[in-house]
């Protein structure tokens, strides 16, 4: 109930900080009314620069305004917006397309005004962002090359968009109607300066040094991070930060990336990551001694969130096991003695991230630790394919409703597991999950 | 379960985004609904019958006067120029036309420097759209 009045809420505010821009339009003298369609066309286009800009907002990374919803939503709720916001851009030029097609005038721009010429080349921008974001791992797009060209389209693609506004000028006849709107524009356009320019500025003042490169089971590594000059990151267990290794915090070659060290102990902070991207790949030649720049904390999957929960159960598959291991570390540095159960599937048994030192915090947590193989060794007794609604019944305690559950792990093995919770009567309040592949 | 309340949540916004934009619209057009929309209704078969003057219409195709203007309903309905040469003597459509200075300060800036513009076409092309422009009358006034 919480949670849904504060989507309320914040739809409300996101709707005036849309809508209200353009209700303001008709105070003052307006321009002769041109019929509902042409209006309502007009009406799109406003909206549509609007939702676009608010998009600028969303992925600012606002740390306070986020924290109630976590950032990996936000960045889903940026991405179906975006698609939503280029169908009411697209509903704006199809309704003058089909209703008065004269009023688009000349399409070469040779002869055609240059602001009318700005917007069609905006709606060719703005779908080709959405597209490419949409479709960036099957067109097999290089994430950092993805990005600058995001950025810079972007702002393009709004530049142009606000030049076709200002330029034809209906409804922002007046000065100060002109100067709302511009400054309206700008001040989203702003927001990349502060992203781009501020943000980094801050953390260069915040530096680290990486003191090891740990390989692990799995084809993954871990990556420890000292503080230099400064006392480090203050985290809550399960979070995440960006993190920029060898290269300049302006130049935007930065990945979030699970903290998997002890949020009970400040200064050295240790990051797992797995060799499975263009950029993690990379990585594994990181060496010790390289600098590097953290922004963060972020992420709202904690236990520290539910920290009156009578128990916490736990499912990971492969990587997702690292803010898991957060969690656990930071319980075990707690000396918690709460139920906790963990229920990991990996592929093959000596891939197994972490496999030691579970079953050392085994001895130090009450902790059962359930591993689920999809290709198990011969004579292997233990769980073996997905996890399923056997697997969860076989080892969930009996209190199983009262517990707090925390799944991370691919995107299939999430949503199954989600289902399967809730057809075992556990509340989707006491189901926390972390979204990754946001593009 | 996160991800879907993201998904619907910007479902749901665009829909209201929408709609509002649709109310915006009915709000804007009944305020002066019974000034404007009738006028062109009345004078939509008059601009029907001007296009006789086909070389004029031409050229007022080829500068884009549509993207502000339009003629039997077709074009930007903020300035309708049905019956504009009823109500406009030639010099005054000169002047409106190439934004001189008797009709500059009822214009912004960038309309007067697109108008402007105007007063390089060539001479036999400016003529035919002034011939155009005063071919344009309201029905009653029809021979």
């Given at each position: 109930m919480k949670s849904f009045q504060a989507a309320l809420l914040w739809l409300s505010i996101y709707l005036i900080v849309v809508m209200a821009p353009l209700f303001v339009l008709l105070f003052g003298p307006t321009p002769l009314p041109g019929g509902f369609w042409w209006d309502f066309a007009?009406?799109?286009?406003?909206?549509?620069?609007?939702?676009?800009?608010?998009?600028?907002?969303?992925?600012?990374?606002?740390?306070?305004?986020?924290?109630?919803?976590?950032?990996?939503?936000?960045?889903?709720?940026?991405?179906?917006?975006?698609?939503?916001?280029?169908?009411?851009?697209?509903?704006?030029?199809?309704?003058?397309?089909?209703?008065?097609?004269?009023?688009?005038?000349?399409?070469?721009?040779?002869?055609?005004?240059?602001?009318?010429?700005?917007?069609?080349?905006?709606?060719?921008?703005?779908?080709?962002?959405?597209?490419?974001?949409?479709?960036?791992?099957?067109?097999?797009?290089?994430?950092?090359?993805?990005?600058?060209?995001?950025?810079?389209?972007?702002?393009?693609?709004?530049?142009?968009?606000?030049?076709?506004?200002?330029?034809?000028?209906?409804?922002?006849?007046?000065?100060?109607?002109?100067?709302?709107?511009?400054?309206?524009?700008?001040?989203?356009?702003?927001?990349?300066?502060?992203?781009?320019?501020?943000?980094?500025?801050?953390?260069?003042?915040?530096?680290?040094?990486?003191?090891?490169?740990?390989?692990?089971?799995?084809?993954?590594?871990?990556?420890?991070?000292?503080?230099?000059?400064?006392?480090?990151?203050?985290?809550?267990?399960?979070?995440?930060?960006?993190?920029?290794?060898?290269?300049?915090?302006?130049?935007?070659?930065?990945?979030?990336?699970?903290?998997?060290?002890?949020?009970?102990?400040?200064?050295?902070?240790?990051?797992?990551?797995?060799?499975?991207?263009?950029?993690?790949?990379?990585?594994?030649?990181?060496?010790?001694?390289?600098?590097?720049?953290?922004?963060?904390?972020?992420?709202?999957?904690?236990?520290?969130?539910?920290?009156?929960?009578?128990?916490?159960?736990?499912?990971?598959?492969?990587?997702?096991?690292?803010?898991?291991?957060?969690?656990?570390?930071?319980?075990?540095?707690?000396?918690?003695?709460?139920?906790?159960?963990?229920?990991?599937?990996?592929?093959?048994?000596?891939?197994?991230?972490?496999?030691?030192?579970?079953?050392?915090?085994?001895?130090?947590?009450?902790?059962?630790?359930?591993?689920?193989?999809?290709?198990?060794?011969?004579?292997?007794?233990?769980?073996?394919g997905f996890v399923t609604q056997d697997i969860l019944e076989r080892h969930l305690p009996a209190n199983r409703c009262a517990l707090h559950y925390f799944i991370c792990g691919p995107s299939a093995m999430t949503q199954t597991v989600d289902s399967l919770l809730a057809a075992l009567g556990v509340r989707s309040a006491q189901i926390h999950n972390e979204l990754f592949e946001w593009v | 379960m996160r991800k879907r309340l993201a998904e619907i949540l910007a479902a749901l916004s665009a829909i209201i985004v929408i709609f509002l934009a649709a109310v915006f619209s009915f709000l804007h057009n009944a305020q002066v609904r019974n000034d404007t929309l009738i006028n062109t209704q009345q004078v939509m078969p008059q601009s029907q019958t001007s296009l006789h003057n086909a070389l004029g219409r031409n050229v007022y195709n080829k500068l884009g006067c549509s993207g502000c203007h339009s003629v039997g309903g077709q074009g930007n309905p903020r300035v309708p120029l049905d019956g504009v040469g009823q109500r406009r003597s030639p010099e005054e459509l000169h002047d409106w036309i190439i934004a001189g200075e008797s009709v500059r300060p009822q214009l912004s800036a960038s309309v007067v420097r697109m108008k402007q513009s105007y007063a390089s076409i060539p001479e036999e092309e400016f003529q035919e759209l002034l011939g155009y422009l005063t071919s344009l009358r309201v029905p009653s006034e029809q021979q």
């Amino acid at each position: 109930m919480k949670s849904f009045q504060a989507a309320l809420l914040w739809l409300s505010i996101y709707l005036i900080v849309v809508m209200a821009p353009l209700f303001v339009l008709l105070f003052g003298p307006t321009p002769l009314p041109g019929g509902f369609w042409w209006d309502f066309a007009m009406a799109l286009g406003f909206a549509a620069l609007a939702m676009m800009g608010v998009q600028f907002v969303l992925t600012a990374r606002f740390r306070h305004a986020m924290a109630p919803f976590g950032i990996d939503i936000i960045y889903y709720f940026h991405r179906f917006l975006a698609v939503f916001a280029f169908v009411v851009l697209t509903l704006h030029y199809l309704i003058i397309r089909f209703d008065n097609p004269a009023a688009l005038g000349a399409l070469n721009p040779v002869d055609a005004p240059a602001y009318m010429s700005a917007g069609r080349v905006a709606v060719v921008l703005f779908g080709l962002l959405v597209v490419s974001s949409l479709t960036r791992r099957r067109l097999g797009i290089e994430y950092d090359r993805w990005r600058w060209t995001h950025a810079l389209g972007a702002t393009l693609a709004f530049a142009l968009a606000l030049w076709h506004v200002v330029g034809t000028g209906y409804y922002v006849g007046t000065q100060w109607k002109q100067i709302l709107w511009t400054g309206y524009g700008l001040f989203w356009i702003g927001l990349i300066g502060h992203v781009r320019i501020i943000r980094p500025w801050q953390l260069l003042s915040n530096p680290y040094r990486v003191s090891e490169v740990r390989r692990e089971r799995g084809n993954a590594f871990t990556l420890v991070l000292e503080p230099e000059g400064h006392a480090g990151m203050i985290f809550k267990p399960g979070q995440f930060a960006w993190l920029t290794v060898g290269n300049s915090p302006f130049s935007l070659k930065e990945h979030p990336f699970s903290i998997a060290s002890s949020a009970a102990r400040t200064g050295t902070i240790e990051f797992g990551i797995k060799a499975v991207g263009d950029f993690t790949r990379s990585a594994m030649a990181v060496q010790p001694g390289q600098q590097a720049f953290l922004d963060g904390p972020y992420g709202v999957f904690s236990t520290q969130r539910h920290h009156a929960a009578k128990g916490y159960v736990f499912i990971a598959g492969g990587v997702g096991i690292v803010p898991i291991m957060c969690m656990l570390r930071t319980l075990a540095d707690n000396h918690d003695q709460r139920l906790l159960v963990l229920l990991y599937g990996n592929r093959k048994w000596d891939r197994v991230l972490y496999r030691e030192e579970l079953e050392a915090l085994a001895t130090r947590l009450n902790l059962v630790v359930v591993h689920i193989l999809i290709e198990p060794p011969e004579g292997w007794q233990g769980e073996c394919g997905f996890v399923t609604q056997d697997i969860l019944e076989r080892h969930l305690p009996a209190n199983r409703c009262a517990l707090h559950y925390f799944i991370c792990g691919p995107s299939a093995m999430t949503q199954t597991v989600d289902s399967l919770l809730a057809a075992l009567g556990v509340r989707s309040a006491q189901i926390h999950n972390e979204l990754f592949e946001w593009v | 379960m996160r991800k879907r309340l993201a998904e619907i949540l910007a479902a749901l916004s665009a829909i209201i985004v929408i709609f509002l934009a649709a109310v915006f619209s009915f709000l804007h057009n009944a305020q002066v609904r019974n000034d404007t929309l009738i006028n062109t209704q009345q004078v939509m078969p008059q601009s029907q019958t001007s296009l006789h003057n086909a070389l004029g219409r031409n050229v007022y195709n080829k500068l884009g006067c549509s993207g502000c203007h339009s003629v039997g309903g077709q074009g930007n309905p903020r300035v309708p120029l049905d019956g504009v040469g009823q109500r406009r003597s030639p010099e005054e459509l000169h002047d409106w036309i190439i934004a001189g200075e008797s009709v500059r300060p009822q214009l912004s800036a960038s309309v007067v420097r697109m108008k402007q513009s105007y007063a390089s076409i060539p001479e036999e092309e400016f003529q035919e759209l002034l011939g155009y422009l005063t071919s344009l009358r309201v029905p009653s006034e029809q021979q």
